[in-house]
């Protein structure tokens, strides 16, 4: 007997409640089980897991905070420009950056056919586009296509109209290809010529990510050796043979577009970025929208057909039904759609790109003081605008647009964020990595540790009270009974309903810790890796069953 008791004494401490103890243990183990899960395991593998499916929900409400925090970085440049006109501070003047200054010209089909050009275009077709551009001169022109022809019909007038506008100190960036040296280069005839060896040649080439295809990050600079065997496209790799003669990278380490442009306004200062591996930056996507876009009617596709067959519609009701995407003056329509769609593809189109959008055959429409507010003292960015390319990117706002709105969105975030190399520097998590992306990332798990010690100890209450409120009807207990039934079936949609909105709970939460992780200038990706991992833990309620069998007591 006396064995007897002591055993169910031991069984009573067991089972007692651990209360506050046991939360705070199974939060600390939800966040150290994510954190070394995202060191140990696999990025690709945990990715398959949600990191993905949560950083395309964070997009939208990062793109709000995008906006917003860029409005505020202008208006402090604005009072600091005013102050040293004042002579109030003696610093080195810096450029007051507006998102609008960047203006998109696509090259359409409309266009090659106005002009009588198939594609690739001929040089004169260029020089048609320059001409616009030397009327009114802007402050940097990049051409997102690779100029292969060879030397023929109209070439010397093109020359003539790159020598113009670098003679009105435009910055004139030609993208180009990489060689097997790490050079970049574009044609023969262009690179042999002594006449443009002031036009820079920049990188275009970029890495979608392995798992959702989104345009997550942006190269800075180019390693000479390719890493993790990453596919890259827009453009394919030459060899040395293909060249007869190669312009040189500045220090052999090629710039990307964006970073070269970058460079010229602003310098690099802290962002001196080595060619011993690449280097990424994370971008994120803008929310709001271009009043000028792209011009592109909805098509018939699968998705437009499931979007019209679709009654919850949160994009219904504007001017713009027709279009591929969909618009609006309100930032909070915006999110709300971009948010639905993120959950839920049918709900709405994609939104509408965010930078003022120039068809080249709008451009002999357009009035004389239309062309100059479009083009002049603006970065003009060209590229190609055709129903068939292999030049295009996914973004997670915007979802299928010409590659030239990677450069611009590049570009707007190395404006809008200026600082070092890691306000920037797409990184994972590693035991190597220096003390201040550590300080970041534990400080990141402190608040996560805090969320979910409050969503475990919410699940708790709400257990601890169903189980009251089951307690109390003893008539319940009579198996096979009417209740009985009816008691087994309202334990199952408690417990069902429980998980998903816990589950809805830990998404939101991985939400917000994005989106405040994106202020502490840490990569998108990082966040959403390491959060995948925290919320697995948490929401399959891994955490509670190995704090259990770790210390050898159960929860009540």
């Known amino acids: 007997?006396?064995?007897?008791?002591?055993?169910?004494?031991?069984?009573?401490?067991?089972?007692?409640?651990?209360?506050?103890?046991?939360?705070?243990?199974?939060?600390?183990?939800?966040?150290l089980l994510g954190l070394l899960l995202a060191l140990?395991?696999?990025?690709?593998?945990?990715?398959?897991?949600?990191?993905?499916?949560?950083?395309?929900?964070?997009?939208?409400?990062?793109?709000?905070?995008f906006d917003v925090g860029s409005e505020h970085e202008r208006?402090?440049?604005?009072?600091s420009e005013i102050r040293r006109e004042r002579g109030k501070v003696n610093e080195h003047p810096r450029t007051v950056w507006n998102d609008k200054d960047i203006t998109v010209l696509v090259i359409d089909r409309e266009a090659l056919k106005a002009k009588q050009e198939g594609w690739p275009a001929r040089y004169p077709f260029y020089t048609w586009l320059l001409g616009v551009l030397n009327a009114h001169p802007p402050a940097s022109v990049f051409v997102d296509v690779i100029l292969s022809q060879p030397k023929g019909p109209g070439f010397d007038d093109f020359k003539r109209s790159l020598a113009e506008l670098i003679s009105k100190k435009t910055g004139v960036y030609l993208a180009a290809r990489r060689t097997e040296d790490n050079r970049l280069?574009?044609?023969?005839?262009?690179?042999?010529?002594?006449?443009l060896k002031a036009v820079k040649r920049v990188g275009i080439e970029f890495s979608a990510h392995a798992v959702d295809r989104l345009a997550w990050t942006y190269p800075l600079v180019y390693a000479k050796e390719e890493h993790n065997g990453e596919q890259t496209i827009g453009v394919n790799r030459i060899t040395d043979k293909d060249m007869k003669w190669r312009n040189p990278s500045q220090g052999n380490c090629p710039l990307s577009a964006a970073f070269a442009i970058y460079e010229d306004v602003y310098g690099r200062g802290d962002l001196e970025a080595q060619c011993d591996e690449p280097r990424l930056m994370s971008v994120t996507w803008p929310l709001d929208t271009a009043e000028d876009g792209l011009r592109w009617l909805d098509s018939d596709d699968e998705e437009s057909e499931a979007r019209?067959?679709?009654l919850l519609r949160v994009d219904t009701g504007d001017h713009d039904e027709q279009m591929y995407c969909t618009s609006s003056d309100s930032e909070l329509r915006l999110l709300w759609r971009a948010e639905s769609r993120a959950f839920l593809r049918p709900?709405?189109?994609?939104?509408?790109?965010?930078?003022?959008?120039?068809?080249?055959?709008?451009?002999?429409?357009?009035?004389?003081?239309?062309?100059?507010?479009?083009?002049?003292?603006?970065?003009?960015?060209?590229?190609?605008?055709?129903?068939?390319?292999?030049?295009?990117?996914?973004?997670p706002l915007n979802d299928r647009i010409p590659g030239v709105f990677l450069h611009a969105a590049a570009l707007d975030n190395l404006f809008s964020h200026r600082g070092g190399l890691d306000n920037i520097e797409a990184w994972e998590p590693q035991l190597d990595m220096p003390a201040v992306r550590w300080g970041k990332l534990l400080f990141l798990s402190v608040i996560g540790f805090v969320a979910i010690f409050l969503i475990a100890g919410a699940k708790k209450w709400v257990r601890q009270e169903f189980a009251r409120f089951y307690h109390e009807r003893r008539h319940w207990n009579r198996r096979f009974s009417l209740h009985w039934w009816c008691a087994k079936a309202l334990t199952a949609i408690f417990n069902i309903?429980?998980?998903?909105l816990s589950g809805f709970a830990l998404v939101a939460f991985g939400v917000g810790m994005i989106v405040f992780g994106t202020h502490l200038h840490?990569?998108?990706?990082?966040?959403a890796h390491v959060l995948a991992c925290t919320i697995a833990v948490e929401w399959l309620e891994w955490s509670e069953h190995l704090f259990n069998w770790v210390t050898d007591s159960k929860e009540d």
């Open 347 to 395: 709900t709405s189109r994609p939104l509408c790109v965010h930078y003022r959008t120039i068809h080249a055959s709008q451009i002999e429409q357009m009035s004389v003081d239309e062309q100059a507010a479009a083009f002049r003292d603006r970065i003009v960015m060209i590229g190609t605008s055709f129903d068939y390319s292999n030049d295009f990117v996914l973004s």
């Open 497 to 500: 309903a429980l998980f998903c």
């Open 522 to 527: 840490m990569p998108f990706l990082l966040i």
């Open 1 to 31: 007997m006396a064995t007897q008791n002591g055993k169910q004494e031991r069984g009573k401490e067991k089972h007692e409640k651990p209360g506050w103890r046991h939360l705070l243990g199974r939060a600390a183990l939800s966040v």
């Open 40 to 65: 140990v395991v696999p990025t690709r593998f945990t990715e398959e897991m949600g990191a993905q499916t949560m950083a395309r929900y964070a997009a939208p409400f990062s793109g709000y905070w």
């Open 308 to 310: 019209r067959a679709f």
């Open 75 to 79: 208006d402090l440049d604005r009072e």
């Open 185 to 195: 280069a574009t044609n023969d005839d262009l690179d042999e010529d002594q006449a």
